[in-house]
């Protein structure tokens, strides 16, 4: 037995194996999370668009190789030791969506380009550009960059036009660096519920979008690749012919924070869950609800309001809360309800790229059979 992969791995194979393993386990059901892929897929191929998936929602180098069997151009990714960890697994046109600025990351930065195919990075910081130029040109190879254009998060990205085509001017004009596009990315509100309401929202952002594409164009800096979107905005973003590429991540898995957006308009629910959290139940000592061996250790707590939801494993109406590092409680909607101990159950998580963090491995199923157990590769934050 491999040590990485756990005291689950004499599992892999036998039947009935998904339902035997320790707990608590994160555990990947195989056939949805490749209809997720496929579905995205066929969307985008149909509509005109690319894929550049979000590798922050599952740090893995084999699921973003699925994605880009199915047709995804590359990987976004949120860390630089994220995009290591991809281009180290052979996943090609890797995006760093997020700035790099101290010097020793600088430095990883421009060894990362040097042996990577088709890097590239944002900034919305003119000193910034400077920065790069001077760690990329000692290389000899030209460093891709986009200019971050903020749309309304009060995150990252330039609020203005005029600043986004200066930037990107600058960006032309300086030594090592290209200047290639636009990256546009807004991720509040696209788990609203109703598809004509975040549609309202999601168009105004392609609009802005539009405009400064347009003010880049007359200034001679036409963006090749305009970037944005997401897993809420993906059906609505289409039909704006905006964004060249979108940043889709949550789809893969789907979790509580998405599972009741209307996602497009000729089909409501595409993506079904795939992620779930294996637990079981270890004290059943008191009348009206049991304890858990799944707490804020091994389930997203970030978001409090959100609470995981119960797939599997307990009477209808029961709910889950986290009430310690590794204690969970399900509550019974009816007097003499319960649960034995040493019974299963599945959450769906709150929002599952938080809850995958807290994981060494994926436990890879189909149907009832533990069939794989894979690496989360890009766990290093840093």
């Not at 180290?88 to 600025?101: D, E, K, N, R, Y």
């Not at 690749?225 to 809420?232: L, N, Q």
């Not at 509580?256 to 308009?265: G, K, P, Q, S």
């Amino acid at each position: 037995m491999n040590d990485w992969r756990g005291p689950n791995a004499n599992l892999i194979g036998q039947p009935g194996s998904r339902s035997a393993l320790g707990t608590p386990a994160l555990v990947l059901d195989l056939d949805r999370l490749d209809a997720n892929i496929r579905s995205m897929a066929t969307h985008a191929e149909s509509r005109g668009y690319q894929l550049r998936p979000v590798a922050k929602i599952h740090k893995s180098v084999e699921i973003a190789r699925r994605q880009v069997d199915a047709g995804a151009i590359g990987m976004c990714c949120a860390t630089l030791s994220e995009a290591e960890a991809m281009v180290a697994g052979g996943i090609p046109a890797v995006t760093l969506f997020t700035s790099v600025v101290s010097e020793p990351k600088l430095q990883r930065l421009a060894a990362l380009n040097a042996r990577a195919e088709d890097l590239i990075v944002v900034t919305d910081d003119f000193g910034n550009v400077a920065q790069l130029s001077e760690v990329i040109r000692p290389t000899g190879r030209t460093l891709q960059v986009m200019v971050d254009f903020e749309l309304g998060g009060g995150r990252t990205g330039l609020a203005d036009e005029d600043s986004a085509v200066a930037l990107a001017g600058r960006i032309r004009e300086t030594e090592g660096l290209e200047f290639v596009g636009i990256q546009a990315y807004n991720g509040l509100g696209l788990s609203e519920t109703d598809y004509n309401s975040r549609r309202k929202v999601v168009l105004e952002r392609a609009r802005r979008v539009s405009e400064l594409v347009a003010r880049l164009d007359a200034e001679g800096l036409h963006p090749r690749i305009v970037s944005g979107a997401g897993t809420g905005s993906h059906d609505v973003d289409a039909d704006a012919g905006i964004f060249t590429e979108m940043q889709v991540g949550s789809y893969v898995f789907m979790d509580v924070h998405y599972i009741d957006a209307v996602m497009r308009r000729s089909e409501s629910h595409p993506f079904e869950p795939a992620l779930t959290v294996l637990g079981t139940v270890v004290s059943a000592a008191q009348p009206g609800f049991v304890i858990t061996d799944v707490g804020l250790k091994e389930v997203d707590g970030a978001f409090g309001p959100i609470s995981p939801c119960i797939i599997n494993g307990a009477p209808s109406g029961a709910r889950y809360s986290l009430v310690g590092d590794d204690m969970g409680r399900i509550d019974f909607a009816n007097a003499g309800e319960g649960i034995p101990v040493g019974a299963k159950f599945e959450l769906l998580t709150p929002h599952c790229y938080q809850t995958v963090t807290l994981y060494s491995v994926y436990h890879c199923v189909s149907g009832d059979k533990l069939v794989d157990i894979w690496p989360v590769d890009a766990l290093r934050s840093w």
